[in-house]
C-alpha cells in the first residue's frame, strides 16, 4: 500500500462540522436544524469562581493559633473586595483586608480561603450555519459552508474577526511596526513571523490572531506563553506562505473569519481557518477527496525543492515506489516521491 500525498489543505469552498463545546455542563438553548448567526449565543454555564488563597497570620505577623481570635468574618459569609477580614495590634490598626467579592469558603492554618463568585459563560456560534447536532448539556456541531485553509502547527483556542493582509508577498516578514491598533480585533495575515516583538505587540494591541505562513521555531513556546491564537500554514522557519492560500486569503481580505489553533488528545484536529460563505445557503455537494492526478496543482514538502509550487505531469510506479513528474514553477521539471507532495488544488 502506498502512502498517499499529503491531503489537500486548501478549499476554495466546502462544507464543515465545527464542533462548539462549553468548558463546563450547563445549558444548549438551540435545536437540530436552527440556523444561527455567528454572533448568536447557542449555549451557556456558569465555571467555579476561582479560589483566593489569603496568609492571614503572615501579613499580620502573629502565630497560627492566634488567627481565629483576629477574625472578623466567619466561614460562608459573603464578602466585599475591601472588607477586613482579620485585624491584630492595638485598636486593631493592623488590617487583612478581601482583595476580591466573594464567599469565606475555609479558615485553616492561618489562611482564609476566598471562593470568587461564579462566572456566567456564553457560548456563541462564531460561524453563521445551520446546527447539524446538539451536545446535550455540552454545545452543539454547526454546519457551514466555507472557504478553508487547514495548517501545519497552531496554537491557543479560537478566536473570530475580519481578516486583514499585512503582506504582497508570501515571502514577506511580518514586521513589529506593522502591528498596531488598527489590527485589535483582526485576524492578521502575514508571510513569515521571526521576530520576538510581532507576539508582544499581537497581545499589547488584542489581535484575535495571527496567520503565517513561516513562523520561527523559537517562537512556538511564546506564542503559547501570550495566550496568542495562531496558525502557521506552510511550516517552521523562513517558510513563505504559498501562492495559492496567499491568493484565497487576499480574495476574502476584509471578511470574519474563524481561526482555531488546533486540539491534541485522542480526536487531535488541526488548525484552521475557516472564512463563511454566507451567499450559499443549503445542501451543497462537495466532491470527495481522491488520488493525486495529472493537472493537480502541488507544492513540494521536502528538500531540495521544499515549498516550490508546481504542475503533476507524469505518475508511475517504479520498484514498488510511485514517483510523480512536476513541473516547478521556476520551468524546472523534477521527479517527487508521492509522499512528498501536497495537493493545492
Not at 497570620?57 to 482579620?86: D, K, Y
Not at 459552508?145 to 496554537?155: P, Q
Amino acid at each position: 500500500m502506498r502512502a498517499e500525498p499529503v491531503a489537500s489543505r486548501l478549499y476554495a469552498q466546502t462544507v464543515v462540522e465545527e464542533e462548539r463545546r462549553l468548558p463546563e455542563a450547563g445549558e444548549v438553548l438551540v435545536s437540530p436544524g436552527d440556523w444561527v448567526r455567528a454572533e448568536d449565543v447557542i449555549a451557556r454555564c456558569e465555571t467555579p469562581g476561582r479560589l483566593r488563597v489569603i496568609d492571614v497570620a503572615g501579613t499580620l505577623g502573629i502565630a497560627v493559633g492566634r488567627v481565629p481570635r483576629c477574625l472578623r468574618v466567619a466561614i460562608g459569609q459573603e464578602v466585599q473586595a475591601g472588607e477586613v477580614l482579620a485585624s491584630a495590634g492595638f485598636m486593631g490598626w493592623r488590617t487583612v483586608r478581601a482583595p476580591v467579592a466573594g464567599r469565606v469558603a475555609e479558615v485553616a492554618a492561618g489562611r482564609i480561603f476566598i471562593e470568587e463568585p461564579p462566572k456566567r459563560v456564553e457560548l456563541r456560534a462564531l460561524l453563521p450555519g445551520q446546527v447539524s447536532q446538539v451536545i446535550p448539556q455540552w454545545g452543539a456541531v454547526i454546519r457551514v459552508t466555507v472557504s478553508r485553509v487547514v495548517g501545519v502547527w497552531g496554537s491557543g483556542g479560537a478566536c473570530s474577526g475580519p481578516l486583514l493582509l499585512r503582506l504582497q508577498r508570501g515571502a514577506d516578514t511580518l514586521q513589529w511596526i506593522g502591528i498596531d491598533l488598527t489590527c485589535r480585533g483582526k485576524i492578521v495575515v502575514g508571510g513569515l513571523c521571526l521576530d520576538n516583538r510581532v507576539l508582544l505587540r499581537a497581545a499589547r494591541f488584542r489581535v484575535s490572531g495571527l496567520v503565517v505562513g513561516g513562523l520561527a521555531e523559537h517562537l512556538r513556546a511564546r506564542a503559547r506563553e501570550l495566550g496568542l491564537v495562531v496558525m502557521v500554514t506552510d511550516g517552521l522557519g523562513a517558510v513563505p506562505m504559498a501562492g495559492p492560500i496567499l491568493e484565497l486569503l487576499a480574495q476574502h481580505e476584509g471578511r470574519e473569519a474563524l481561526l482555531t489553533g488546533g486540539r491534541g488528545g485522542a480526536a487531535p484536529e488541526p488548525p484552521a481557518l475557516s472564512i463563511p460563505l454566507e451567499s450559499v445557503r443549503g445542501p451543497l455537494h462537495v466532491a470527495p477527496e481522491r488520488p493525486l492526478a495529472v493537472g493537480d496543482r502541488v507544492r513540494v514538502t521536502r528538500a531540495p525543492h521544499f515549498g516550490a509550487l508546481g504542475w503533476v505531469r507524469a505518475i508511475e510506479e517504479l520498484d514498488g515506489q510511485t514517483r510523480v513528474g512536476v513541473r516547478l514553477d521556476s520551468g524546472e521539471v523534477t521527479t517527487v516521491d508521492y509522499r512528498n507532495l501536497e495537493r493545492l488544488s
